[in-house]
C-alpha cells in the first residue's frame, strides 16, 4: 500500500506539531506519523519562554496557554550557610527582563502544549492529522527527480502493527527525536560528546517548610545543586537535581528522593507522590546535516541535544518547526521559490550550533566542581545567570543575509529602531478606527501571507501625507503609537 502526500511529518513531538500548524492553515495535505502508541501524557518539558509565548499568540493560540500555565515572576537564588550548614537565600530576581518582550515566561507541561498544538492543526485541517503507532524503516531521496520541484521524490517505508507501507511525499521533515530513524537512514550523524556529569528530575508533590517551594529557585549546597521549578495546578512540582559519581541507567527514585532532602537541610521535605521521573547524562551534540537534496529536512532534536536545564528544548524544537512550516506552505503553494527553503538550513543549523555553544557553557555554571575549580562565588553565578537571561527568553536570535534577510542594504538604515534579522518587537498601539489600545503584533497573525507595516510619521505635515499617499499599499487598519 503507498499513500502519497505533500509534505510527510515523522514524529509528533513540538516540532512537528508546530510544522502541522502551518500546514494545516495553507490547506496543504500533509501526514504526521508517531512512533508512540499515542499523545504524549506526562513529564519531559516545562518551560515556556517568550519567544515560544509570542509564536503562540500569532496562532491565536496565547490567551488559552497563559490561562492554564504557571507564571513564575520571581526567581531566587540560594547558597551554602557561612560557617554553618544549610543554605540561605542570596538574591531576588526578576524572571524576566525589562522590555525583553510584552509576554512572559511561563511554565506548563509539553504534553499540554501539544494538545494545544494538535487541537489547532485538527481544526484547520478538518481531520485527524497524526497517525500513532508507526515506526519508521527507511527514507530514499531520488536527487535526480528532487531537481523538479513537483516531483513527489522521497519515498519513506514505515511499519505499523507488522504491516509494512509506504509513502511518497514531496518533502519529508525528520522530528523524530534524538534517536530518528530519519537521521541514520539517511547516513548522517550526530557530532559531540557526553560529559560524566548526571542529573536527575522528578515531578512531585511535596510538603515542605522550604519558603520558596513555589518559586523559581536556583540552589547551591555542600550536598549539591538543585533547580526547583514550579508546576501548573499550584500542588506540582520539578526538581533537577545534580548527582555525582553515579551512572545515569544506575539511579533510583529513592537516591532522587534522599539527594533532595539533603540539598534542602535544614529544610524539611517529604515526598506525598512522585508523578514523573528520569536520569540523564549531560551531552551536546549537532547533526553533520540538517537536510538532502532540500527535500528531507531535519528538526527538534533529530538534529540537536543538549541539557534540559537552560529549558530551550521544546522550544527550539517548537521553532524549527515554526521556520520550515511557513516556508514548506509557501513553496508548495507556489508563492515562493524552492530556495526560500535553503533558509531554513542556515538560520536553524546557526541556531542549533549557537545552543550547543551556549549550553556547554550553562552546564559548565551549575556543575559543582566547576565552580569550585574556578573559584566561582554565589554572587558572580547570580550575574553570569542574568546576562544569559535573554538568551533563555529565546530573544538573541539573529539570522544572517539570506534571500529573505538583508541587513547590509542601505535601505534597512532606515529601521534605525530594528535590527534586521531578529523577531520584530512590539509595542502597543491605538487602532485609529475604535481607539482600542492594542499590541501591534495582534495585528500580524499568522495566516501564511506577508504583512507590510508603513510608518509614515505625522501625516499633519504635507511631506509626509504626500510620501504615504505615494505608497500604494492599502490596509484594512490604521493605528497609532
Same mark, same amino acid.
Given at each position: *500500500?503507498?499513500?502519497?502526500?505533500?509534505?510527510?511529518?515523522?514524529?509528533?513531538?513540538?516540532?512537528?506539531?508546530?510544522?502541522?500548524? $502551518?500546514?494545516?492553515?495553507?490547506?496543504?495535505?500533509? /501526514?504526521?506519523?508517531?512512533?508512540?502508541?499515542? &499523545?504524549?501524557?506526562?513529564?519531559?518539558? @516545562?518551560?515556556?519562554?517568550?519567544?515560544?509565548?509570542?509564536?503562540?499568540? #500569532?496562532?491565536? %493560540?496565547?490567551?488559552?496557554?497563559?490561562?492554564?500555565?504557571?507564571?513564575?515572576?520571581? +526567581?531566587?537564588? $540560594?547558597?551554602?550557610?557561612?560557617?554553618?550548614?544549610?543554605? /540561605?537565600?542570596?538574591?531576588? !530576581? &526578576?524572571?524576566? +527582563?525589562?522590555?525583553?518582550?510584552?509576554? &512572559?515566561?511561563? +511554565? +506548563?507541561?509539553? !504534553?499540554?502544549?501539544?494538545?494545544?498544538l494538535t487541537n489547532e492543526m485538527e481544526s484547520k485541517a478538518g481531520r485527524p492529522c497524526v497517525e500513532y503507532g508507526c515506526e519508521v524503516l527507511g527514507v530514499e531521496v531520488d536527487s535526480e527527480s528532487a531537481k523538479d520541484s513537483n516531483a513527489y521524490c522521497v519515498t519513506v517505508a514505515v511499519s505499523k502493527s507488522g504491516t509494512e507501507r509506504k509513502y511518497r511525499a514531496k518533502y519529508v521533515l525528520g522530528s523524530d527525536g534524538a534517536h530518528s530513524a530519519v537521521r541514520k537512514s539517511l547516513g548522517f550523524k550526530m557530532v559531540g560528546d557526553t560529559s560524566d556529569s548526571v542529573w536527575g528530575v522528578m515531578d512531585i508533590y511535596p510538603r515542605t517548610n522550604f519558603p520558596d517551594i513555589r518559586k523559581k529557585a536556583v540552589i547551591q549546597s555542600a550536598a549539591g545543586n538543585l533547580i526547583i521549578i514550579p508546576r501548573e495546578g499550584d500542588l506540582l512540582v520539578r526538581f533537577y537535581i545534580e548527582l555525582n559519581n553515579v551512572v545515569a541507567k544506575d539511579v533510583t527514585l529513592e537516591a532522587l528522593h534522599e539527594k533532595l532532602r539533603q540539598i534542602l537541610q535544614p529544610y524539611d521535605l517529604e515526598v506525598a507522590e512522585t508523578e514523573w521521573w528520569s536520569a540523564y547524562s549531560i551531552g551536546q551534540r549537532l547533526a553533520d546535516h540538517f537536510h538532502k537534496d532540500y527535500r528531507v529536512f531535519l528538526g527538534g532534536d533529530a538534529c540537536h541535544t543538549h541539557? &534540559?536545564?537552560?529549558?530551550?528544548? *521544546?522550544?527550539?524544537?517548537?521553532?524549527?518547526?515554526?521556520?520550515?512550516? $511557513?516556508? %514548506?506552505?509557501?513553496?508548495?503553494?507556489?508563492?515562493?521559490?524552492?530556495?526560500? %527553503?535553503?533558509?531554513?538550513?542556515?538560520?536553524?543549523?546557526?541556531? !542549533?550550533?549557537?545552543?550547543?555553544?551556549?549550553?556547554?557553557? $550553562?552546564?559548565?555554571?551549575?556543575?559543582? #566542581?566547576?565552580?569550585?575549580?574556578?573559584?566561582?562565588?554565589?554572587?558572580?553565578?547570580? @550575574?553570569?545567570f542574568l546576562l544569559s537571561a535573554r538568551y533563555t527568553a529565546g530573544q538573541a536570535i539573529n539570522y544572517s543575509d539570506s534571500t529573505i534577510v538583508s541587513a547590509k542594504t542601505s535601505e534597512a538604515s532606515l529601521a534605525t529602531g530594528l535590527t534586521i534579522g531578529m523577531r520584530l518587537p512590539s509595542v502597543p498601539v491605538i487602532r485609529f478606527s475604535d481607539a482600542r489600545v492594542m499590541e501591534l503584533v495582534r495585528f500580524l497573525p499568522a495566516q501564511s501571507w506577508w504583512h507590510i507595516l508603513v510608518f509614515s510619521g505625522d501625516i499633519r505635515d504635507p511631506k509626509t501625507l504626500t510620501r504615504l499617499q505615494n505608497v500604494r499599499i492599502f490596509s484594512l487598519y490604521s493605528i497609532r503609537s
Open positions: *500500500m503507498e499513500e502519497q502526500v505533500d509534505v510527510l511529518i515523522c514524529g509528533g513531538g513540538s516540532a512537528g506539531l508546530c510544522a502541522g500548524v $502551518w500546514l494545516a492553515r495553507s490547506g496543504i495535505r500533509f /501526514r504526521i506519523l508517531e512512533q508512540r502508541d499515542g &499523545p504524549l501524557k506526562k513529564g519531559q518539558a @516545562d518551560g515556556v519562554q517568550c519567544r515560544t509565548v509570542e509564536i503562540f499568540e #500569532s496562532f491565536g %493560540l496565547s490567551d488559552v496557554l497563559l490561562n492554564e500555565a504557571y507564571h513564575a515572576s520571581e +526567581l531566587t537564588f $540560594w547558597a551554602p550557610e557561612d560557617g554553618r550548614a544549610g543554605i /540561605r537565600r542570596t538574591h531576588y !530576581a &526578576p524572571d524576566k +527582563l525589562a522590555g525583553v518582550s510584552h509576554l &512572559p515566561h511561563v +511554565l +506548563l507541561s509539553q !504534553a499540554r502544549i501539544n494538545e494545544l541539557s &534540559p536545564k537552560a529549558g530551550q528544548g *521544546m522550544n527550539v524544537s517548537l521553532q524549527d518547526g515554526y521556520n520550515i512550516g $511557513w516556508k %514548506l506552505a509557501a513553496v508548495i503553494r507556489g508563492r515562493a521559490k524552492p530556495e526560500l %527553503l535553503e533558509t531554513y538550513v542556515s538560520e536553524r543549523q546557526k541556531t !542549533a550550533a549557537e545552543l550547543i555553544e551556549f549550553d556547554r557553557s $550553562w552546564t559548565k555554571l551549575f556543575s559543582s #566542581s566547576y565552580r569550585k575549580e574556578h573559584g566561582i562565588t554565589p554572587e558572580q553565578f547570580h @550575574d553570569k
